[in-house]
């Protein structure tokens, strides 16, 4: 079992920046894909951005392209989306999740259902 919290939320002017991180439990994290997701209100979940298990690999919704990173460090246990440029399009809740079955490769899962494990989400507001 692996549980994830994030942190990091908040509200910030559009073109202001926020980094949230998604710390892990258990001595495992190394062998997780993960992947952050975001929900608005009356919408569904979309992905936003993922990265494999080593951190080699990332790929990122075109909405964020460019404006978001994602990194990891896992002597840490811990995931890391730096948001920049942000706009009021990108309020939402931010989730993040890990995907355990990626210990032998560098995939970067795009869907939510590849995602075993779930964190509780931090809001992310952007004011206009």
């Known amino acids: 079992q692996v549980q994830l919290v994030e942190s990091g939320g908040g509200l910030v002017q559009a073109g202001g920046s926020l980094r949230l991180s998604c710390a892990a439990s258990?001595?495992?994290?190394?062998?997780?894909?993960m992947g952050w997701f975001r929900q608005a209100p009356g919408k569904e979940r979309e992905f936003v951005a993922a990265?494999?298990?080593?951190?080699?690999?990332?790929y990122y919704a075109d909405s964020v392209k460019g404006r978001f990173t994602f990194s990891r460090d896992n002597t840490k246990n811990t995931a890391y989306l730096q948001l920049n440029s942000l706009k009021p399009e990108d309020t939402a809740v931010y989730y993040c999740?890990?995907?355990?079955?990626?210990?032998?490769?560098?995939?970067?899962?795009?869907?939510?259902?590849?995602?075993?494990?779930w964190g509780q989400g931090t809001q992310v507001t952007v004011s206009s």
């Open positions: 990265i494999s298990r080593s951190g080699g690999g990332t």
């Open positions: 258990g001595r495992t994290f190394g062998r997780y894909a």
């Open positions: 999740a890990a995907d355990p079955t990626r210990f032998n490769s560098e995939a970067v899962p795009r869907t939510a259902g590849e995602y075993d494990y």
